[in-house]
């Protein structure tokens, strides 16, 4: 399939703690515990879409330093075509990732200036046209797209995280355009099955999904009306969750474009993204479709 992909690339740098809180100690020497790569939402989606068989046509912004230079590199390595990412920041987005023996993490992203940056949807029009999906990243220069692209009939997909409230300002732009909506259980006012009843009822999304961790996933159809949960794939071994939601939307996307059932793409994003988690990093340890389905067969 070919699918458009909209969102941040960054440099990320994981160092792995004794456990939260940290208490304070002037040094550490956690030995192979510090990792840096490439990845950014949109990088991370891009090249696990890569992974599974598609053609992934990657928009973002990055700077003219030397951790642009990274990018570019790192994206000629892995295959990813880089013509679409603008030079146009004062530097490239960086963030840090601390992570216990649990898996557990936290994260500090630094988006440098990329929220003042904006995209010409008439340049990406052609792009959308030839695309199977959109998959557009809750970032500042995605919201005229997401319109844009619900506007052509394009199937738009988006992933606003960390959600607390179903009228949220900064992310009203894409739950009302997006026809396949996730978010993660980690803010949520009430349980899950509550709250993704409450984002079908006001923004009629066709598939809404909330990902929670080890308890799996949630899906609601919005022509089946009824929550399907969704076990977590427990592969055994667990390095670091970082990354583990973008591994689960863009599995969901791919499978659900191939097999046209939510349920069934659900059932194999949640291997997809039990295996990717016994990698450390966001943008490594993803697998083919031909693995996650020899997988996905040994369970079902």
């Not at 998959?135 to 009939?153: D, Q, T």
């Not at 300002?169 to 009843?197: G, H, K, Q, T, W």
């Not at 009306?225 to 973008?246: F, H, K, L, Q």
Request: with cysteine; glycine share 8%; charged share 25%.
């Amino acid at each position: 399939m070919k699918i458009l992909v909209s969102g941040l690339v960054n440099i990320e740098t994981t160092v792995a703690v004794m456990g939260f809180p940290i208490n304070y100690y002037p040094i550490d020497f956690p030995f192979f515990g510090i990792n840096s790569n490439v990845s950014g939402v949109g990088y991370n989606i891009a090249k696990a879409l890569k992974a599974l068989g598609d053609e992934a046509k990657l928009r973002s912004f990055i700077g003219t330093d030397e951790e642009a230079d990274r990018v570019l590199s790192r994206m000629k390595k892995d295959g990813i075509d880089s013509s679409n990412i603008i030079q146009s920041l004062k530097n490239t987005p960086v963030s840090a990732v601390l992570f216990d023996p649990d898996g557990r993490r936290q994260i500090y992203c630094d988006l440098k200036d990329i929220q003042e940056q904006s995209l010409d949807v008439s340049q990406v029009e052609s792009s959308l046209k030839t695309c199977d999906a959109a998959v557009l990243c809750n970032i500042g220069f995605n919201r005229e797209l997401i319109r844009h692209a619900k506007k052509l009939g394009v199937l738009t997909a988006t992933d606003v995280h960390v959600l607390g409230d179903i009228n949220d300002e900064y992310n009203r732009d894409f739950m009302e355009n997006a026809d396949v909506l996730f978010l993660s259980d980690e803010n949520l006012p009430c349980a899950p099955e509550s709250f993704i009843r409450q984002i079908e009822n006001r923004w009629h999304n066709m598939v809404i999904v909330i990902g929670m961790g080890a308890k799996g996933a949630m899906l609601l159809e919005r022509e089946k009306g009824e929550p399907v949960t969704v076990p977590a794939y427990d592969s055994g071994r667990i390095v670091n969750t970082v990354g583990a939601g973008d591994a689960l939307f863009s599995s969901f996307v791919h499978f659900y474009l191939k097999l046209g059932s939510a349920e069934e793409a659900l059932k194999r994003a949640v291997v997809f993204a039990g295996i990717k988690i016994g990698s450390n990093g966001a943008s490594v340890g993803f697998v083919s479709e031909a693995e996650t389905e020899k997988t996905f067969a040994d369970i079902y």
